[in-house]
C-alpha cells in the first residue's frame, strides 16, 4: 500500500494482480516498478564484497 498498489493473496508464495478492464501498458510499468521497490525493501541486502 505504502508504494499505491493493492494485491491479493493467492496462497502462500503468490499475489494476484488485479488490474481495471482498461489497463495502459504506461500504468502496468509504474505497477510493476511500484512492486519492484516495496519487494526491494523487503528483501535483504546482498553484500557486493562476498
Known amino acids: 500500500?505504502?508504494?499505491g498498489v493493492l494485491l491479493v493473496p493467492a496462497?502462500?508464495?503468490v499475489v494476484?494482480?488485479?488490474p481495471p478492464l482498461i489497463v495502459t501498458?504506461?500504468?502496468v510499468f509504474l505497477a510493476l516498478r511500484?512492486?519492484?521497490r516495496a519487494l526491494s525493501a523487503?528483501?535483504?541486502q546482498k553484500r557486493?564484497?562476498?
Open 16 to 18: 494476484r494482480f488485479v
Open 25 to 27: 501498458a504506461e500504468e
Open 1 to 3: 500500500m505504502g508504494e
Open 34 to 36: 511500484s512492486v519492484d
Open 11 to 13: 496462497g502462500p508464495r
Open 48 to 50: 557486493v564484497s562476498e
Open 42 to 44: 523487503l528483501a535483504p
